[in-house]
Structure formats: structure tokens, C-alpha cells
């Protein structure tokens, strides 16, 4: 849940006659001017707590319990307006670099909020693929996936033949291809540096990925703490394998989900207060995941190629905020060089 100042909060008991009401229709019967929907929209992005918990809609209440609230006036419009942006948003073509381009090999670096491919919910127009329209043409196909939220390295190899032979390389931990991504997390792992080796069963008919022992494919994620933060932490993430929301869902496994991750965290957004005198809070809605750098065998030569994407600015933003909190952050503003090692705590 946003960590909401204190002017903008409210809270409330539950009285005896709400007793094993759920939370969405006590919003309802307590605030008749506002719809269920908004409401629960609310519940849903994190912004109502319960004996100091992040809440669901359908939580059955109980006589006594303790309803943490924002200020509907000021919480809701917000909320509809960033809604509202996220469903329009579509990135123009400039926002999707090229990091790589020769006859056989298209490397771009994917910005956060942009679907690879169209899908359920989906706008026309607004993927990636529409925005590569002129390559897509001339041949060149997807190799692997990147979430509509996760920024960073993406490849296309012109041919079929090729994409198939370097889409197997892909899926095959032996196959010579490296991907390193950052991430930042809720809590700080320990130890610091460790692989989580879980079976995972692929999301499908709408459920979400899960770690299954029995049915479950081999999965096996490395990661290493870069920088800790208290109650957050930015690591490297190595997946070993490449199956679906694979680095999510063992994250979440670990006990240290993304900061943001409404399928397998606790949050659909987060606010959080910039420490520094007159500056803004950052608000973050999308899953603080980046594909940092994708090394693969090229599709023609089968040399090793090893491409590297920057860390996009909503994502330095949050880690310049956390470095101030942490007291480490340049407290005028400015992102500190990172090196390979965490810094002292």
C-alpha cells in the first residue's frame, strides 16, 4: 500500500452490525456517493488497509477490526486519472531505441508499459510489433518475450529458419544465451546472494504461475543483492531457464516479491515520500523489473553477442529516492554512480 502522509488518512472501527460484512459493500453502505467500482478499484491498488494489512475487496469483516482509509476526495480522482493514462498510453516509435541492427539481427530496448504483442484487453496499435511495423515486414520475428511492464533488451532475427534455431537457443539453459535483469524488491534476501530452484507451472485459462513440485517444469533463477535499502533491496537476476513470469513468481517464492507486482506481490502501485525538501512523492506503477543485458549466440556468425540496455528513468528515479531515504542518495537530486558491489549499510 502507498505509504500515505498523514493528513491524507482516516481510520475507522468496524461496529457490531457489520459483522462478516465484506470490506466493498461496508465502503459502499459508509460512502454512497462514490460507486462500488471506484471503491473497489481503490481496495485493489492498495490504498485501504486492515489492522494495518493491505486489504481485498471480498474480505469479510469483523466487529472491531481497524479500516484504514485515504481521503476518498483526493485518492479517487487520482487513481481515475492514472488509469485513464495507462489505458491510452502508447509509446511512439522514438521511445523504442535500437541498441543493434544488421541484416540478421534487430535488438531494441523495450520502454516500460508496452505490450510486445497484441492480447486480450489490448489496444490496436499499441504494441510493440505495430510500433516495429517497417522491420516486421522486412522479416525480422520475435525470439523471446519481455511483460508489457518490464523495460529493457529485446531481439528479432530476420528469417524463419533463424528465429526458430536462435528461439530453441532461448529455451535451452545450454543454449548461450545469458539474460541479467535488475529488480527491485520488497525486504532485503538473505543471504545476499543465492539460486532459487522451484518447479513452475505456467500461467493459463486466466490463473497465474505457480511453483509445483509434481507438475511443475524445472525452473532456476540466480540472483545477487546489489544495493539494500532497508525495507527494499535492487538485485541482479539471473534466469537459468526461461519460463513464463519466471523471475516473478520465484522472487515472490523467496519472500521478496517486486516492489510493484499486482499478480504475485501484495501492490498494484506505491507511493513513496521523496525525503528532500519540496520535492514531490514518487508514485510507481508498474513492476520494477529491467532487462539489463542479453548476451546470445548471433544468428549468422554464431559468434557470442552481448547487448546492454540503460536503466530507464521512472526506475533511477526510484532507486535515487531510496538511496536518500537509506541515507546514501544525493540529497540535491542526482543519481549516485553504482558499482558491482552493495554499498555499506
Not at 521511445?95 to 535488438?107: G, Q
Not at 528532500?276 to 557470442?304: D, E, F, K, M, V
Amino acid at each position: 500500500m502507498p505509504d500515505l502522509p498523514p493528513e491524507d488518512l482516516r481510520r475507522a472501527r468496524v461496529p457490531a452490525r457489520d459483522q462478516g460484512a465484506r470490506l466493498d459493500r461496508f465502503l459502499v453502505a459508509y460512502f454512497e456517493q462514490y460507486s462500488r467500482r471506484q471503491l473497489s478499484q481503490a481496495v485493489r491498488a492498495g490504498l485501504v488497509r486492515v489492522n494495518g494489512r493491505v486489504a481485498r475487496p471480498g474480505l469479510k469483516l469483523r466487529a472491531g477490526d481497524e479500516v484504514e482509509l485515504p481521503v476518498w476526495s483526493r485518492a479517487l480522482p487520482a487513481l481515475a486519472g492514472e488509469r485513464r493514462a495507462r489505458l491510452t498510453r502508447a509509446a511512439p516509435p522514438g521511445e523504442v531505441a535500437v541498441l543493434y541492427r544488421d541484416d540478421d539481427l534487430l535488438v531494441v530496448n523495450k520502454p516500460p508499459g508496452l505490450a510486445v504483442h497484441g492480447g486480450a484487453g489490448q489496444a490496436p496499435g499499441q504494441t510493440l510489433i505495430d510500433v516495429l511495423r517497417e522491420e516486421v515486414l522486412a522479416g525480422f520475428g520475435l525470439v523471446h518475450r519481455l511483460d508489457r511492464d518490464t523495460s529493457g533488451v529485446l531481439a528479432l532475427v530476420r528469417g524463419e529458419a533463424p528465429r526458430k534455431a536462435l528461439a530453441a537457443a532461448f529455451a535451452d539453459p545450454d543454449g548461450g544465451v545469458t539474460k541479467v535483469y535488475d529488480a527491485v524488491v520488497a525486504g532485503v534476501p538473505e543471504p545476499a546472494t543465492g539460486e532459487v530452484d522451484l518447479p513452475l507451472v505456467p500461467p493459463g485459462h486466466g490463473a497465474p504461475a505457480r511453483v509445483d513440485a509434481e507438475a511443475g517444469k524445472p525452473a532456476r533463477t540466480r540472483y545477487r543483492t546489489l544495493e539494500a535499502f532497508g525495507r527494499a533491496a535492487r538485485l541482479e537476476v539471473e534466469p537459468v531457464t526461461g519460463r513464463t513470469h519466471q523471475i516473478r513468481v520465484h522472487l515472490a517464492a523467496l519472500g521478496h516479491p517486486l516492489l510493484v507486482d499486482p499478480l504475485y506481490g501484495a501492490r498494484r502501485a506505491l507511493r513513496i515520500p521523496d525525503p528532500r525538501p519540496g520535492q514531490p512523492a514518487l508514485y510507481l506503477h508498474r513492476t520494477p523489473l529491467h532487462a539489463r543485458r542479453l548476451t546470445l549466440p548471433h544468428p549468422r556468425t554464431g559468434a557470442p553477442a552481448t547487448f546492454e540496455a540503460p536503466v530507464p528513468g521512472d526506475l533511477k528515479h526510484l532507486l535515487e529516492v531510496l538511496r536518500v531515504g537509506a541515507g546514501r542518495g544525493r540529497v540535491r537530486g542526482g543519481l549516485p554512480p553504482v558499482g558491482g558491489a552493495p554499498p555499506p549499510r
